[in-house]
């Protein structure tokens, strides 16, 4: 995975590759490569992150394999709308043709006690959904499971505040900028655990018009999405499946970065990497320099007879005020990358896990859902749009320098 050159232009062929080790041999090799691979694609591979090595990682793939594996009674003791903080386990979604994934998941973050009872409209809701503790499983049977999740959540916690003031240092600008937004005593996060199945649990009907739906670029039924809410975001997996738009457009392959399993892939195994991304909060404070990248997970590539394990981990910004764009002393009215003054950000967020999950929403927050998720879908298509602006710059950038 490499960028090639070809004059003062710089052709993108896969996503590029960051080494972190490169921080203490040549550290502005290392500042020119982020800065490289968040411009010009807005993903990476990030080799020999600390506490992410190949040993972990098969550590982290054998406990979570082995809760999705555990009887789904079990699996349902956590099932996620048992409080309302979007912690816990969701069934897996239904194999019908109008979906092109099947996925089961486990939400989680730190554990931390409510501010206040979940209803209570005097505290700003962001500071209602994203605090609280998370829904554990009875794991007489699944004794390493909470460990690894408190492992790797403290893991990835340390990696995306020691990656972030570099970020803002690869944008030419002052690091502590990054903890203006960011308080690593009081964090704002999302992690997941995601089982993905292959196109096995499709009938031979659903499966033909999931196949065509992947073949068609901007299909609305593959889950193609932008991480808007966050500034960036972790994520490490055990098999094929996920897909950037780089380049002139295309969808690219990213990389596996623990195998769990024997078999030749059609993707790169990168043992004890971590694929990282621009979100949306990266983009507004960059004013576009940094954009966020469209991606999905496609079905297709996942090994027939096999499912697909990743471990995603989205870390926020604080929600109160506005993102004022670094090195700049206020928000502009209708700014760069489709961030307008006065949104309400924390609002956004939150909707954003309403209806990501709404087996919670319908039990715990009907109300404030509808309240809010017209603003927030429209603050959604603002940002989608301008990642769409952005990468047909690029991929216009990549075009013209194929030519010369």
Known sequence: MSHSSNGNEQVLSEIPI??????????????????????ECGFLVLTNA???????????????R??????????????????????????????????????ENFQFGFEEDPVCAHDNRSVPIHKRLFTGPNTWPQ?????????????????????????????????????AHFREYFDKDEPYLAASLNHN????????????????????????????????PPFIALLINDRPGLQVVAGEGNWVNAPVTCRTAPGDYAVPVIPGSVIVNTGGTLMHLSEGRYSATLHRVNTTLIPRGETRVSMPYFLLPKMDGDL??????????????????????????????????PQVTRRWWVEE???????????????TTAAFELAAKRGKRYSEAKRH
């Not at 739906?213 to 593959?222: G, M, R």
């Open 324 to 357: 004022v764009p670094f090195g700049k002393h206020e928000a502009a009215a209708a700014g760069a990358a489709g961030y307008e003054a006065g949104r309400d950000r924390g609002a956004n967020a939150a909707v954003n896990r309403m209806g990501t999950f």
């Open 18 to 39: 960051v080494d972190w080790l490169d921080l203490e041999t040549d550290r502005e090799k290392f500042l020119a490569d982020l800065r490289y691979a968040l411009s």
């Open 66 to 103: 082995g809760f999705f594996d555990a009887p789904k009674d079990l699996k349902k003791t956590a099932h996620i709308s048992n409080t309302p903080y979007f912690r816990g386990y969701t069934l897996p979604t239904p194999a019908d043709r109008g979906h092109g994934q099947v996925i």
């Open 197 to 228: 199945f292959s196109l096995d649990v499709f009938t031979r009907e659903a499966e033909a018009e999931v196949i065509a739906a992947y073949e068609q670029f901007d299909s609305k039924n593959v889950g193609a999405h932008i991480d808007g």
């Open 369 to 383: 859902y509808a309240e809010l998720r017209d603003q927030q879908q429209k603050e959604v298509e603002a940002e």
């Open 50 to 64: 600390p506490g992410l090595r190949d040993e972990f990682q098969q550590r982290a793939f054998k406990e979570v």
């Open 139 to 175: 794991t007489e049977n699944l004794p390493g499971f909470r460990p690894l999740i408190e492992d790797i959540t403290h893991i990835y916690h340390s990696l995306t505040h020691e990656l972030g003031e570099l970020i803002v240092e690869s944008l030419g600008e002052d690091p």
